[in-house]
């Protein structure tokens, strides 16, 4: 991931009298490490980035967060974090970490200033550089490629799940690592709700049929809503 990032981090660290954060948000730490496994914290001082997880992601923080310190921690997470911190001074918790988490800073580092925080990461994922842009453009072309050939599908009798099944297919076949979100296909008296779901009903002729997707890409997503009518419609 660009240093500039990084360097943007600090400077709102200081900004804000801090000397350290602690980093809970999966997709803080991805955006600032490329780390995009789903168990990890990251620790950003004026001269330090650890990313600290379990020995199931060793080998993958290594390769994805090859510019970061990487910190393995057996048994507790908390006293991993807490010895890293050490006497580092005021210490930010994003506001994104539970309740729970924050408790248990709070008894691990009782000799450190916890300071919440809000949103300091994510003031600098608002503006996206040229690579974000170009994998949302990707995420979206994964998308309408993949809706390009579902159209011949949208025919009566096909149900709402076998077209969402199908659709998600299509995305990742046209290279999407996943759908952004769980595809919506509304039939018919479904349709009047934007978050329907999909159900078993079979489309029929003179069916609006809601549709709802989007793919994901690099950790990038894409929202795209399409509506189709089946047939002469009434």
Not at 18 to 37: K, P, Q, V
Not at 88 to 98: P, R, V
Not at 156 to 175: H, K, N, Y
């Amino acid at each position: 991931m660009s240093e500039s990032r990084l360097e943007a981090l600090r400077a709102s660290i200081e900004d804000n009298a801090l000397d350290a954060l602690i980093i809970t948000s999966r997709e803080n730490i991805r955006y600032l490490s490329g780390f995009s496994g789903d168990s990890g914290v990251a620790l950003v001082t004026s001269r330090r980035s650890v990313l600290v997880t379990d020995a199931r992601f060793r080998e993958q923080a290594r390769h994805e967060a090859a510019n970061w310190e990487i910190e393995i921690y057996t048994r507790d997470l908390m006293k991993a974090i807490a010895d890293l911190i050490g006497e580092a001074g005021t210490t930010g918790l994003e506001d994104s970490s539970t309740i729970s988490f924050q408790s248990r800073a709070a008894k691990a580092m009782a000799d450190t200033a916890l300071k919440p925080t809000e949103g300091l990461v994510e003031a600098l994922r608002i503006r996206k550089d040229e690579g974000e842009i170009a994998r949302i453009r990707t995420a979206v072309d994964c998308a309408e490629r993949a809706w390009s050939t579902l159209l011949p599908m949208l025919q009566p009798g096909v149900t709402e799940r076998q077209i969402a099944s199908s659709l998600d297919f299509r995305m990742m076949t046209a290279g999407a690592d996943g759908p952004a979100f769980d595809t919506v296909v509304a039939s018919g008296p479904n349709s009047s709700m934007p978050h329907a779901g999909i159900t078993d009903r079979p489309i029929s002729g003179g069916d609006l049929v809601v549709i709802d997707f989007g793919a994901r890409k690099d950790g990038y997503c894409c929202d795209i809503t399409r509506t189709v009518g089946i047939g002469e419609l009434e």
